[in-house]
């Protein structure tokens, strides 16, 4: 059974920074290519960030370009979100989940159901 355990999410202040790291189990993490997905309210999902199995290559959503760097440590079934200059447009819950279009079509969808419980960042003074 696939688990997505995402942690690291909290409360920022505009400019401020955090770590979200997903653990991953119950499929082949290490070939997969994974991805940060984000909820906001009243929003639709939107993948801000993927990076290949190896992690050679990463790719962001403009809305994030230069602020947040994904990385993953396959030895530890581990993938990361590191978050810089937030701002309150940040605000969401973040799920990790493997970048493949079966995920993206649910992320378009709003189908969490099959998700992580994700990790609330708020980015508020």
């Known amino acids: 059974q696939v688990q997505l355990v995402e942690s690291g999410g909290g409360l920022a202040q505009p400019g401020g920074s955090l770590r979200l790291s997903c653990v991953i189990s119950?499929?082949?993490?290490?070939?997969?290519?994974m991805g940060w997905y984000r909820q906001a309210p009243g929003k639709e999902c939107e993948q801000v960030a993927a990076i290949s199995s190896v992690g050679d290559t990463t790719n962001y959503a403009d809305s994030v370009q230069g602020r947040f760097t994904i990385s993953r440590d396959n030895a530890k079934n581990t993938v990361y979100l590191q978050m810089h200059s937030l701002k309150p447009e940040d605000t969401a819950v973040y799920y990790c989940?493997?970048?493949?279009?079966?995920?993206?079509?649910?992320?378009?969808?709003?189908?969490?159901?099959?998700w992580g419980q994700g990790t609330q960042v708020t980015v508020s003074s």
């Open positions: 989940n493997a970048d493949v279009p079966l995920v993206q079509a649910m992320c378009a969808r709003g189908d969490f159901e099959s």
């Open positions: 119950g499929f082949t993490f290490s070939t997969s290519a």
